[in-house]
């Protein structure tokens, strides 16, 4: 099965894969460790402490080298915590991505990182924990982003004005692409 760009693939069908994949490639660590011990609010909360919480200091250790979070200031809502999101997911799995552990690609390995972190931004209390730990300005781009904003609250009081109705219908949508 041919791997998907990460860049064009909708989430469908990088799931698709990853679902195709993980049966095929079972014995890989990261599956387990996926069930085991994935990314919670609480193991941000200690990267966050590690890493440091400017946007200048999110850097990362992985396969032994170290690395930065590219972040910046003018890339989208859903670009900056994709980033974030996929450099996080390299760190914390660093021993386990498939691309240690065999003789899988950079292509594989680059798929089950963006696979991981698209459902790990896609999650409301996870994503509020990495911008706020991070200490990254809130960024509303779909429906996910929007609750977890700090300054959330009840959207239909908010937004019940006739101008407001159009955005709201555009918020209720969960971004899992890159081309939306």
């Known amino acids: 099965m041919k791997t998907p760009d990460i860049r064009t693939c909708t989430w469908e069908e990088l799931d698709f894969w990853a679902m195709a994949y993980r049966m095929q490639t079972s014995d890989l660590g990261i599956w387990d460790e996926l069930d085991w011990d994935p990314i919670t609010t609480e193991s941000i909360t200690d990267l966050t402490e590690i890493l440091g919480t400017s946007e200048e200091r999110l850097r990362f250790s992985c396969y032994d080298r170290l690395g930065l979070i590219p972040i910046g200031k003018r890339m989208s809502g859903f670009m900056r915590d994709m980033s974030l999101f996929h450099g996080m997911v390299h760190w914390y799995y660093r021993d386990d991505l498939p691309i ?3 003789n899988y690609g950079e292509e594989e390995n680059l798929a089950v ?13 996870i994503l509020r924990q990495a911008v706020t730990g991070f200490g990254l300005e809130s960024k509303i781009y779909d429906q996910i982003s929007l609750l977890a904003s700090p300054w959330f609250f009840d959207t239909e009081k908010q937004l019940a004005f006739s101008f407001g109705q159009q955005r709201l219908q555009e918020l209720r949508k969960v971004r899992m692409d890159f081309t939306g």
């Open 113 to 125: 990182t963006d696979w991981i972190a698209r459902k790990l931004r896609a999650d409301v209390g």
């Open 100 to 102: 240690c552990e065999c």
